[in-house]
DNA sequence: CCTTGGCACTCACCGCGGGCGAGTGCCAAC
DNA sequence: GTTGGCACTCGCCCGCGGTGAGTGCCAAGG
C-alpha cells in the first residue's frame, strides 16, 4: 500500500501532465505544489510509484508521466467528480431547453458535450429496446403494401414497409390497428411479443398471412440492433490531441466512423454509474491512446442510452466527468418532459 | 494565350504534384512525361506559367507546385471525368443495392464515396422541397393532439406533433385525412399550399381551427430548411492531407461539423452538371486549402438533392469527379427503383 | 523567334558535434 | 524517514558545412 504522500504525488504528477503535456520533474513538483518535502523526498517517492507502475519516464532522465495504472488510481481514489458551476448549469439547461424534437435534443447535447469538455462526445439515441410504445400506425400504400410506423414514448418514429402475402381490406386494416394499439401501446417493448402473440388468430383465415407478417416485422423493428444510433460530435478537438499527429489521431477517427465499434464501447461500460475506460482498458486497437467517460441517461429513473466523450487518456478527469454528468442528468429532465 | 505546350507543361505538373506531393522541377518533368523538349525549354515555360499565376514555388530554387488558378485551368480544359471501371461500377451497384431504406441508402453512399475518393464524402438527404408527397397520414394521440406523419416518393418520413386548439373526433379525423390525401398525394410540395388553401372551408365551424393548425404544420414541415439534412464520412481519410497536420486539418473539421456551411457549400454549388470549387473559390475560409467536388442527383432525370467530396486541392481531379458522378447516378437508380 | 546546352547561384535538407540543462539515482549526514 | 550534495545521463537546441535539386540567364544553333 501506498503512503498518503505518495499518493499526494501521483495526484501532483497527474495534475500537472494534464496542463502542461509534458513529463513532469520532482522540482517543478515541489514548487507548484506545496508538498511540503523536498525534491529529494519527492524523487524517492516517484521511484516508488514508478516501481509499481503508476508512472514511467518516457526517457532516461526525463521527468515522469502517469501510465493507465496511474490514471486508473486517480481516477478511483484521487479524484472527485467536479460539480459544474451555477453559470455552467444554466447554460446547460437554456441550450438544451431549446430544443424541438427528438433529433434536435441529441444533436444539441452532443454539441454540449463536445464544447463543455473540448473533447469528441458521442451521444447514443434513447435505445428502443428499453423504452415503451405510444402508438402503432398502420398506413395502405397500395391493395398489398403497407407502411408499419412505430411510434415511442422518447418520441421516436420508426417506419417500415410491409409487403403483404395477399390484399388487406381498410376494414382489416382498421381493425388490425385497433388491436394491435390497445394491447401494445404504453408496454415496453420487450412486452410486445407476447402481447402480440395470438393476434393472427382473431382474423379471417386469409387476413392472418398479413397479420402475421405485419407482426414479424414489427418484432423485427423493435429488437433491430442497428437501429441503435448514436451522434458523435467535436471531432475537430481532436486536434489537440498531442504532437505526433497523424499516427495518433487516424485510428481514433477510423473507430469513430465505425458506429458499430463505439455501441460495442458503450454497451460494455457499467449499466449503472459512470464508466471511466483508460487506455489500453479500452477493448479496441484504436482507441489505446483515449479514455472514455461515459453514463447511462434516461427519462425515468432508468437509462434508456448512454452518452459520454472520448478524448486522450491525459484529459481532465474531474472536470470532464462532471460535465459529462451534468449533460446527461439535464437531458434526462428534458427528455422526461417531452 | 498558352500555348498548347506550356497546357502540357502544366497538365504534367499537376499530375506529377499530385502524384508525389513535392514541388516538381524541369529535369524530373522531361523524364517522366515524353515532351520532346528538353529541360531548359520546360524551364522557360514554367518561368512563363508562373508569369501567369497558374503555378508556384514554394520556396527560391524549389520546384513549382500548381496554384488554385492552375488547378482551375487544369480542371476546365486539361482534364476528362476518368469513367469508373467496369468492376468499379458493379462494386457500386452491388454496395448500394444492399440498403434497405433511405437512411441506409445514405450511409451506404457516404462509405462508398469516402472509400472510393479516399476523401471525406458528403451526401444531403433528398430535399424535401422538390420531392412528392406519397402519403400523409394523421393520429390521435389525445383528444387535442394529433401527430401528423408525411411520407415522401423518397421514402423519407417527417413526422410532427400537432396541439389542436379544440378536440378532434374520430370521423372528422378521418375525412380530413381523406380529404387531405386526396388533394395532395403525389403532388410536389410546393403544389401543397395551393391546393390545400381551401380545405378547412369543407369543415365545420368547430373543427377548423384544428385543421387549420394542422396545415400549417404541414406546410412547416415542407418548407423547413433545417431539415436538409445530411451525412458525412471518410473523416479520417483527413490524415492524408499533408504535412503539415494540426493547421491544415483543424478548421476543415470544424467546417464539417457545421452543417450550415455545407449545406451552404453544396447549395451554391451549380445546379446542374459537377461543379468543383477549388481552394480559395470556396466562400469558407476554413476550407480555403481544399476542393469540393459535387453534383446533384435524384430519383428520376431531376436533381433532389447534392453529393460530393471534399479534399486537398492537391487532389485527383479526373478520378474523383468520376467517382462522384458514378455514385450519384447509381444512387439515383436506387432511389428510383424504390 | 524558339530551342538548347552550359554555367553560376540559391537554398532547403541532412548529418554532425558540442554545449546546455532538466532530471535522475545514489550517498552520506541529520 | 528526510535532506542536501553530487556525478551522471541524455534529450534538445543550435550552428556548421556539404550536397544536390532546381533555377535564371546567356550565348549559340536551328
Same sequence: chains 1, 2.
Avoid: W
Avoid at 388491436?179 to 417493448?189: E, I, M, P, T, Y
Avoid at 414479424?216 to 429488437?223: G, H, I, K
Amino acid at each position: 500500500m501506498l503512503s498518503e504522500r505518495r499518493l499526494q504525488v501521483l495526484r501532483a504528477i497527474v495534475q500537472d501532465y494534464v496542463g502542461t503535456e509534458e513529463p513532469v520533474g520532482s522540482k517543478a513538483l515541489t514548487e507548484r505544489h506545496n508538498l511540503g518535502v523536498s525534491p529529494a523526498t519527492v524523487r524517492n517517492d516517484m521511484a516508488a510509484l514508478e516501481d509499481e507502475g503508476f508512472i514511467a519516464q518516457p526517457h532516461t532522465s526525463a521527468g515522469r508521466i502517469p501510465t493507465d495504472k496511474g490514471y486508473r488510481l486517480f481516477v478511483d481514489k484521487l479524484a472527485g467528480v467536479k460539480p459544474m458551476t451555477g453559470p455552467e448549469r444554466r447554460a446547460i439547461q437554456n441550450f438544451l431547453d431549446g430544443a424541438v424534437d427528438l433529433d434536435d435534443v441529441v444533436a444539441r447535447t452532443v454539441r454540449l458535450l463536445a464544447q463543455l469538455t473540448r473533447q469528441v462526445a458521442v451521444v447514443q439515441y434513447p435505445s428502443l429496446t428499453r423504452s415503451t410504445v405510444r402508438h402503432v400506425e398502420l398506413l395502405s400504400l397500395a391493395p398489398a403494401r403497407l407502411m408499419l410506423v412505430l411510434i415511442t414514448d422518447t418520441g421516436r418514429v420508426e417506419q417500415r414497409m410491409v409487403d403483404c402475402p395477399a390484399p388487406f381490406g381498410e376494414t382489416s386494416l382498421a381493425d388490425l390497428r385497433a388491436r394491435l394499439n390497445s394491447r401494445v401501446a404504453g408496454r415496453r417493448f420487450t412486452d410486445v411479443p407476447r402481447l402480440v402473440e395470438d393476434l393472427p388468430e382473431a382474423f379471417d383465415v386469409e387476413d392472418r398471412g398479413t397479420v402475421s407478417t405485419v407482426l414479424s416485422t414489427l418484432l423485427e423493428t423493435l429488437v433491430e440492433e442497428n437501429e441503435e444510433r448514436l451522434m458523435i460530435g467535436g471531432t475537430a478537438n481532436l486536434t489537440r490531441f498531442g504532437h505526433d499527429f497523424p499516427l495518433t489521431i487516424r485510428p481514433v477517427l477510423e473507430a469513430l466512423e465505425e458506429q458499430v465499434v463505439l455501441l460495442k464501447l458503450l454497451g460494455e461500460a457499467g449499466d449503472s454509474g459512470m464508466t471511466v475506460r483508460i487506455g489500453h482498458e479500452n477493448a479496441y486497437e484504436g482507441l489505446n491512446s483515449t479514455s472514455v467517460v461515459s453514463v447511462g441517461y434516461g427519462s425515468g429513473g432508468e437509462a434508456v442510452a448512454k452518452l459520454g466523450v472520448v478524448g486522450p487518456t491525459r484529459m481532465d478527469y474531474p472536470g470532464t466527468m462532471g460535465a459529462v454528468r451534468a449533460v446527461a442528468r439535464y437531458v434526462g429532465q428534458i427528455l422526461a418532459e417531452s
